[in-house]
């Protein structure tokens, strides 16, 4: 059972970043001993999907993210990243778009692996080829996830403008990507979320 949101972030909605911030450091976030994905050790982990999959957190990141693109003027056809992390915020954004009425953004995913039977697509869903498209992700830590999204994009046609995270673990993975020639936006930083965790 997950805990339920707190008082405190229930009566953040003037400040949905907040609110966002809130559910990732009481659902997401833990302190400890811990191996990444990446093999790395951390005293941190942040496993986003119990926030970027739940109700709550869908309703905050899809309007956030929205913002996000605009502010950064990435005008884009699609949003969709590298199965299983960025699906969900993926899909928010679009939803998002849709609800906004302004201009609609389709959601994808990239498989990890190319399909063994039918088309071998490694990319699912209504991606087109010259397509404009944000690669989305739930954390960024060394940044190869997206990398490995935005290789997959471009070979299949599309153009990437940039790289946008709910959360940026500030652990190199920004610069990475910077030094790779993406663009990178996040909706929170792991240092936000942890000065959230003793309050």
Do not use: C
Request: proline share 4%.
């Amino acid at each position: 059972m997950f805990p339920l949101p707190s008082a405190t972030a229930m009566a953040d909605q003037d400040d949905p970043l907040l609110s966002l911030q809130r559910l990732l450091a009481s659902r997401s976030t833990r302190q400890g001993e811990f191996t990444l994905t990446s093999g790395r050790t951390s005293s941190l982990y942040i496993d986003a999907r119990l926030t970027t999959m739940s109700p709550e957190g869908l309703a905050l990141i899809g309007p956030l993210g929205l913002r996000t693109l605009r502010e950064a003027n990435w005008y884009v056809d699609a949003v969709g990243g590298l199965t299983l992390g960025a699906d969900p915020v993926a899909y928010a954004i679009s939803y998002a778009s849709a609800l906004e009425g302004r201009s609609l953004i389709r959601a994808f995913t990239v498989r990890k692996e190319p399909k063994k039977h039918g088309t071998g697509q490694l990319i699912e869903g209504p991606f087109r080829a010259a397509d404009r498209v944000a690669v989305v992700e739930d954390v960024i830590t060394t940044g190869s996830s997206a990398l490995r999204a935005a290789e997959a994009i471009g070979s299949a046609g599309g153009e990437v403008i940039g790289v946008l995270a709910v959360v940026d673990r500030e652990e190199g993975g920004r610069e990475a990507l910077e030094a790779a020639g993406l663009k990178v936006r996040a909706l929170t930083r792991a240092r936000d979320i942890v000065a959230l965790l003793s309050s």
